[in-house]
């Protein structure tokens, strides 16, 4: 049973241009979590989707940043015009939502450096 | 949320037991504790959850004082590969369906050969 799966694994984008994530959560899992870690810096909550629906978006920078989990595919995380504040490691979580506190299955990330 | 606190760094020794400590006096009746670790370069991994009573499983036991203001995370023989972040993490089990993570600093663990 393959796990969280996240590409690119690294990914390197200029400044103004735009950055796109993508998650496969685990088989039978409803439920995608992302996460941000900045360099240096604990990991930080940014959005909670299920199949079509953002059910949490309150760690989401206001601008700039938008996310998706469409019926069919993967989760995507888009940052458009990246800044190099942006440079930062993401991770994806997967839970199959049957209950409130469902152990999240982390996938191994998306390193986004921003030249 | 409520607040969890723990050290930020310890140290043990390869093929020794550690006690990871975390302070959570605000905890509510109806907060899980919850333990994740992250290793170098990887995604943080579940470690073990509970509620009131101690709790064992293939990788470590979770402790629980009897006024929950406080829990134990055990290692029973630290190896290298335990060489991580740790994080005590509270979450609510009122909450119908799904509830983010709140990793606060964590607690750095250096294991010793």
């Known amino acids: 049973n393959a796990g969280v799966m996240q590409n690119p694994r690294h990914l390197v984008r200029r400044r103004g241009q735009e950055a796109r994530l993508r998650c496969s959560p685990m088989k039978g899992h409803s439920h995608v979590y992302w996460y941000r870690q900045l360099p240096e810096e604990g990991l930080k909550f940014m959005v909670y989707l299920q199949k079509e629906n953002i059910i949490d978006e309150s760690g989401m920078p206001k601008e700039r940043f938008s996310a998706e989990f469409p019926k069919e595919g993967p989760s995507i995380l888009r940052i458009q015009q990246v800044v190099r504040g942006d440079s930062a490691a993401y991770f994806c979580?997967?839970?199959?939502?049957?209950?409130?506190?469902?152990?999240?299955?982390f996938g191994p990330g998306t390193r986004l450096t921003v030249t | 949320d409520a607040k969890t606190t723990q050290p930020n760094s310890m140290e043990s020794n390869e093929e020794e037991p550690v006690h990871l400590p975390c302070n959570h006096s605000t905890i509510s009746g109806t907060d899980y504790i919850h333990w994740y670790r992250q290793l170098p370069s990887q995604g943080p991994e579940y470690v073990i959850h509970?509620?009131?009573s101690n709790v064992n499983n293939r990788m470590a036991s979770l402790a629980i004082a009897e006024d929950r203001k406080s829990s134990t995370l055990i290692l029973h023989r630290a190896t290298l590969r335990d060489a991580a972040v740790y994080y005590c993490?509270?979450?609510?089990?009122?909450?119908?369906?799904?509830?983010?993570?709140?990793f606060g600093e964590g607690t750095q663990l250096t294991v010793n050969p």
């Open positions: 509970g509620l009131t």
């Open positions: 979580a997967s839970s199959p939502g049957t209950s409130a506190f469902d152990e999240q299955y």
């Open positions: 993490i509270l979450r609510d089990v009122v909450l119908t369906s799904g509830s983010r993570l709140t």
